[in-house]
């Protein structure tokens, strides 16, 4: 570019390129410093919490052959195994599901992306104006919008990519000379494995060589060509690795794409004043063409259009114009024809950023050139900005503290997100709130009522609030509109609680087939296989558990000894036993007394166990037990009448 001596003396200033680093590496840790203790939150629950198979790096080749082990969750388990593999080392720094580690890496890995940026803004403005490829790197990483990318770890997945996908664009710029070799590939397909905007890849190739190299049309798409067509088979490989379960979710691509011209012009005014800001939208897709927020959307699109056209055509306005064609091209895949299951995501907006902040910063420059006397009021604007976005950032950190902050601020920002109050209503529930928690469910049936999740947790609520006759419908209404792990297991764990274990079973290895690697039904068939006494089953489901998850102590012990006898003395197993029975947890309570008679067959502790196994359904089993303490002590009463009464009342 040419520019007076005058403009070049504005280049570095007062300030030298590595103190502006050392400040913009400050600043967004800063903004970011209150993030660490934050809790995990939405699909974090079936991609960690839930997940078993980031407990342990002993198998860590199946993330990359198996992609259940992205999720607990069939239907969401899509292939990304770089995103597992870094959440199982987080998980392996502490043995357990700590945030900490995880949000440490979440920064670690913006601040790599902040530097290959800031090499990559070199490139875009000119080696020379170094100070200005800081600041559009640290506006980007300090934007309030990608807090959502930060805290949701689930979408580390948008941060891993970004590596790569930087890299390799970088590689093909600063080796041209290599570009035959189709070494910058590399780093485009490591990307890829922790998820694939790989052909939008050739996009940003044609707009660098066409607007910044200053190439011919024919010449940019030439350049293209080997990176759209490895990114076709990358997709289509990556996408032959998605579970044979897993669903992409969205419903019609036209209203979808009628949706999604407005959804361009929300996330371009977010990215200039991110307010209002929320973790799950109620947005809804637009029923007609001549909807106004559709007119207002495609005229935001053509008047980019034109804008990216226009600025194109010099060279002084070319780098205002790529960070444009970067934030279309990039929103493309996810705001175009192919629909997504949520019509907007405020983590879509991590890749388009990466064009905006540049765009901003080259805008601010050219402006100060054109009113070189306002220079120092236009830079101390650009500087308020960044100061801004970082104080944003930060307390926007506070609203994902907790699921109880996150959810009472989706009901407040999204309230038609049916959704968003039924998890707000599962943190009322979680501290026994159950009144409130009704209500924000019922309030969530009015939004969204037909809702399966919605159902099953209406019908905890009522049985936690003893209404057992109104849970029962909700259960069944939940298995109707969509039998899946979690309408099964939920309701197999009511019924064990109301004493018809029978009946869970089924429901039990139903909810265990439909998720072959989530751990809970499983873990309760093996505590109810215990309590039956069915050792060879207990040590089946224990082998089974221990495949799943090595680190599970239980299915550890069970395995050897179909029983669970980590209590260690009859006394503490039998009064472990004693006070579950007094909390009606009779699932705990005959595991217990398994225990105590393992280390000595008392009749009193098979009577209480012949009780714990009454109370959960299993009649046979519980008369078997009180027989036992008879033949012990012939003369124990309490066995005799528990006998009598249940074989009466069978």
Known sequence: MNESASERGHRHGPVSPFHLAIAGGLLIVAAYANFFHNGFHFDD???????????????????????????????????????????????????GLDPVPFHVTQLILLLIVGVLLTVLFEDLFGREWRLHSIAASTLFCVHTANTETMNFLSSRSELLSAVGFLGALL????????????????????????????VIFAGIVIAWVRLIERRPRIAAVKAAVPSFVTGVLLLIGLNAMNAPEWIAGGGSRIAYLRTQTWVWLHYARLAVF??????????????????????????????????????????????????????AV?????????????????????????????????????????????????????????????????????????????????????????????????????QGRYDQAKAAFIRASQLTPAYSRLEINLGIVEAAMGNEAAAEPHFLRALELAPDRNAHFYYARWLLRRGRGAEALPHLAEAARLAPTWIPPRQLALRVAVARGEVF???????????????????????????????????????????????????EAAVAYRAAIAFDPRATAYNNLGWSLASLGFRNEAAASYRVALTIDPAFHNARNNLDELESAR
């Open 537 to 587: 089953v207990a040590r089946t489901l224990a082998a089974d558990i221990a495949s799943i998850d090595p680190t599970d102590s239980e299915a550890a012990t069970v395995s050897l000894a179909g029983i669970d006898v980590r209590c260690g003395t009859f006394r503490r197993c039998f009064d472990r036993g004693w006070t579950a029975t007094g909390q009606a947890n009779h699932i």
């Open 45 to 95: 629950d079936h991609v960690i919490v839930e997940n078993a198979s980031i407990r342990s790096l002993e198998h860590w080749t199946r993330f990359f052959t198996d992609a259940h082990t992205f999720s607990s969750l069939p239907t969401n388990a899509t292939y990304r195994p770089l995103v597992t593999l870094s959440l199982a080392i987080d998980y392996a720094v502490h043995h």
């Open 274 to 327: 991110p307010a209002g800001l929320t973790a799950d939208s109620d947005l809804e897709t637009f029923p007609h063409w001549y909807d106004t927020n559709v007119v207002a959307g495609t005229a935001f699109l053509l008047v980019l259009i034109l804008a990216i056209v226009r600025l194109g055509r010099a060279r002084d306005t070319a780098p205002i114009a790529f960070g444009l064609t970067w934030f």
């Open 330 to 430: 990039t929103l493309l895949p996810t705001s175009s024809i192919f629909p997504l299951a949520e019509v907007a995501n405020e983590h879509r907006l991590f890749f388009p950023l990466m064009g905006i902040a540049p765009a901003v910063v080259w805008g601010a420059e050219l402006a100060a050139r054109r009113w070189p006397a306002r220079r120092t009021v236009i830079i101390g604007a650009l500087c308020a900005v960044v100061l801004a976005l970082a104080w944003g950032t930060h307390v926007r950190n506070r609203t994902w503290r907790t699921d109880e902050t996150l959810w009472r601020d989706v009901t407040e920002k999204s309230p038609r997100n049916g959704r968003g109050w039924m998890n707000y209503g599962l943190t009322q529930m979680e």
């Open 171 to 198: 590689v093909f710029i600063r080796w041209p000379e290599q570009r035959k070799r189709g070494w910058y590939l590399i780093p485009l397909a490591i990307g890829a494995l922790a998820k694939a905007p790989v």
